[in-house]
């Protein structure tokens, strides 16, 4: 059973920091690609960061140069640094991973999401 369990977000003033965390299990973490994506109230879900099992990143243009996304494999942990946190962060975060459960299938997993407020 895939769980994705997300920690870590709260309230913080513009120009601050947070560092979400994602507990994972029930998959081969280690090679398994995992992102994280936000949503804001009344707006599209989009990616903020991506890792693959190697290391390799990519990033949402709004959070590049602020944001870091890494993996501690030995503990089936991804995080998120968020630094220089601007109003327009506020979303829910969400940690996903996709992950090959048969042959033919690839199934989207989520987390429950945690709440991170910018207030200005």
């Known amino acids: 059973q895939v769980q994705l369990v997300e920690s870590g977000g709260g309230l913080v003033q513009a120009g601050g920091s947070l560092t979400l965390s994602c507990a994972a299990s029930?998959?081969?973490?280690?090679?398994?690609?995992m992102a994280w994506y936000r949503q804001a109230p009344g707006k599209q879900g989009d990616l903020v960061a991506r890792i693959n099992s190697g290391g390799t990143t990519n990033y949402g243009d709004s959070v590049k140069g602020r944001f870091t996304i890494t993996r501690d494999n030995a503990k089936n942990t991804l995080y998120l640094q968020m630094n220089n946190l601007k109003i327009e962060d506020t979303a829910v975060y969400y940690c996903n991973a996709d992950v090959q459960s048969t042959l033919y299938r690839i199934s989207s997993y989520w987390g429950q999401g945690t709440q991170v407020t910018v207030s200005s």
């Open positions: 029930g998959f081969t973490f280690s090679s398994n690609p």
